[in-house]
């Protein structure tokens, strides 16, 4: 069984660049297979960032940006913020009608 | 504005078989396809189901294959998800989310309905 990577935590200073990936426990991680990324507060629904590798969606700002690193998909904070303090999920389209969550990464900002 | 709203949470015992709900408001219902996205108390998010615009095509996650049942009542803008055999490591948040029809992707969600599996 695919298992979709992520580090399970980060921490980024007030004003600094993090970047957090997404990868497969086997094989890389393209285009193809339409990464999107999510933030989650604590005792919140999810926020759609990031959709089709580097779409930002409505309304999210552009600090963040999302790109293919190596094999991995990458979600990018430029400039975080302390409201950016959450938990990032990334999910991949493995094959038509089966989507995979990775494991989460609590980025603090500190 | 789209509106997802979960209901059908609670306590349920092992074994049990309730059935979520999902209204949805502020678009085309039955021109997107929807999900069941779940998380366990202090876990991450998991992909629970998916159920194309019109219902023609079902997929389920590994975890809840042969339980779980995802329908949904375009005339009623209402998503379902019929849970049997329910065991303890079901018990989680359950959110619906809209698919975005074009790039495979959650783009709302609704706010979640707890179900505690517990005797």
């Known amino acids: 069984q695919t298992v979709v990577t992520q580090e399970p935590s980060f921490s980024v200073s007030p004003g600094g660049t993090v970047t957090l990936t997404c990868g497969l426990s086997?094989?890389?991680?393209?285009?193809?297979?339409?990464p999107s990324w999510y933030q989650q507060t604590p005792g919140q629904a999810p926020r759609t960032l990031i959709y089709?590798?580097?779409t930002r969606s409505s309304g999210v700002p552009d600090r963040f940006s999302g790109s293919i690193l190596g094999n991995k998909a990458a979600l990018t904070i430029t400039g975080a913020q302390a409201d950016d303090e959450s938990d990032y999920y990334c999910v991949l389209n493995m094959e038509i009608g089966i989507w995979v969550f990775g494991g989460g990464t609590k980025l603090t900002v500190l | 504005q789209v509106q997802l709203v979960e209901s059908g949470g609670g306590v349920v015992q092992p074994g049990g078989s309730p059935r979520l709900s999902c209204a949805a408001s502020g678009f085309t219902f039955s021109s997107y396809g929807m999900h069941w996205v779940r998380q366990a108390p202090g876990k991450g998010l998991e992909w629970v189901a998916f159920i194309r615009y019109d219902g023609s095509e079902k997929h389920y996650a590994d975890s809840v294959k042969g339980r779980f049942t995802i329908s949904r009542d375009n005339s009623k803008n209402t998503l379902y998800v019929q849970m049997n055999s329910l065991r303890r490591d079901d018990t989680a948040v359950y959110y619906c989310?809209?698919?975005?029809?074009?790039?495979?992707?959650?783009?709302?969600w609704g706010q979640g309905t707890l179900v505690t599996v517990s005797s």
């Open positions: 989310a809209k698919d975005n029809g074009g790039y495979g992707y959650f783009d709302y």
């Open positions: 086997s094989g890389s991680v393209s285009t193809s297979y339409y």
């Open positions: 089709s590798t580097n």
